[in-house]
């Protein structure tokens, strides 16, 4: 295990033989929940990162567009070092609570280390999921001490994130201004498929989501999906796709048959939903009853950086998968940017909320969110009576 004397400085104080009075003792239920699930993800992406830099030689990162495989491995050993001490210190401080951590659970990463290309990835979509796993835990901790010390593992889990849109080729760098959320049963609909058993992790999953597409999944796009609960027990034309992005106040909904991807840029995450209200972009309030699966989460690269470009070339387009693995099967129907305004536009009464939640991506950046399209708080029907929008109420 790594301690670097920065890392060192935060391990102290939580550290049993180190730790003030004030961190032993019986801890809110929801506190040590938060930092058991967060120490399994730890775990997982310790395990994912030594895999992977066992698994792949200097050809295979080569093949995969890295001038040098040392470019790839450093950042990843470094990012794997960080993640085993981030597990290392969760377990202290929750045996400094007196309880014991969750151990023994057993990782099959097999379909995401094939090649380096879908193990860079499924790196890049563990990160994004690291990000909105603490991003979400912050919403239930109770303890401010504990927030701070979750909130100083969220920013370096940020920087791994940014290191892997860097590797990926074609992503931009710090994509949005903003993160979502995920809430813990979220985060399990993407990292449940990676844990094939040996421990038991209190927290009901949400329904794992694939992307089915194959290639490049761009704006325009018409995402098709595969989840255990899209079975035919419910009608698929009465299902909607949610696509939430970071600074929206609300995800985009769209009839499931029409999940056309508008002009966005940077991670999304895909819901399947039983109507067509928008979730909102906050993880306390989200509406979780009508959540048929997922999230899924994809990156749509529309503006590559000169970068990235840099660091590796010619890239396949693998990045833009599921975070379960997207799966081969149908083909992608792609339609011009222009008919997938008009799709959005037309497929539901919250299409001003969608357009304007699209806008500033594909216009003007710096005034993205609040300046452009303001706080909606119009509540009530939709025009065509689909759908009860209940304003944005995200803080
Ligand atoms: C089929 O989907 C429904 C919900 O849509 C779910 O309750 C059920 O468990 C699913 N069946 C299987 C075999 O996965
Ligand atoms: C961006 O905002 C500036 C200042 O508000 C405005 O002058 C400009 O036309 C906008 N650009 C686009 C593409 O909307």
Not at 199 to 224: K, R
Not at 254 to 261: A, E, I, K, R
Request: hydrophobic content about 45%.
């Amino acid at each position: 295990m790594r301690y670097s004397s920065a890392l060192f400085a935060l391990a102290a104080p939580l550290l049993a033989s180190a730790a003030p009075a004030r961190f032993y003792g019986k801890r809110a239920a929801t506190d040590i929940l938060v930092f058991k699930f967060a120490d399994v993800l730890e775990q997982l992406e310790s395990a994912f990162y030594q895999q992977a830099i066992a698994k792949f030689t200097d050809a295979d990162f080569t093949n995969a567009g890295f001038p040098s495989s040392q470019i790839a491995v450093e950042q990843f050993k470094s990012i794997q070092a960080d993640e085993a001490t981030h597990s290392v210190v969760l377990q202290a401080a929750l045996k400094s609570f007196g309880e014991a951590p969750i151990t023994g659970c057993q990782f099959n990463f097999d379909a995401a280390l094939a090649d380096v290309a879908t193990m860079a990835a499924t790196a890049r979509v563990v990160e994004n999921v690291g990000v909105t796993a603490y991003l979400g835990g912050a919403a239930l901790l109770t303890d401010p001490v504990l927030i701070t010390a979750a909130g100083a593992i969220l920013t370096v889990e940020a920087r791994h994130q940014t290191i892997l849109n860097v590797l990926s080729s074609t992503g931009t760098a710090i994509p949005s201004a903003f993160d979502f959320a995920f809430t813990p049963s979220e985060v399990l609909a993407i990292a449940a498929p990676f844990i094939t058993g040996g421990c038991d992790i209190p927290i009901p999953a949400n329904t794992p989501l694939s992307l089915t597409n194959t290639g490049t999944v761009a704006p325009g796009t018409l995402l098709t999906f595969k989840a255990s609960s899209l079975n035919g027990t419910i009608a698929e034309d009465t299902l909607f796709c949610q696509m939430l992005i970071g600074g929206a106040p609300t995800s985009i909904p769209l009839p499931l048959s029409q999940c056309v991807v508008p002009e966005i840029n940077g991670p999304v995450a895909l819901f399947i939903t039983s109507d067509g209200q928008p979730l909102l972009n906050n993880v306390r309030d989200r509406a979780q009853n009508k959540v048929i699966a997922g999230p899924a989460l994809a990156f749509i690269d529309t503006k590559p950086q000169m970068l990235s470009q840099l660091l590796r070339s010619g890239a396949a387009s693998s990045g833009s998968g599921s975070g379960s693995g997207a799966e081969a099967s149908t083909s992608t129907r792609t339609i011009s940017p222009a008919e997938a305004s008009s799709v959005i536009a037309s497929a539901s009464g919250t299409a001003e909320s969608a357009s304007a939640t699209a806008a500033p991506s594909s216009g003007n950046a710096t005034s993205s969110g609040s300046a452009t399209s303001g706080p909606n708080t119009f509540t009530g029907k939709s025009a065509d009576g689909k759908i009860t929008v209940n304003g944005w109420t995200n803080v």
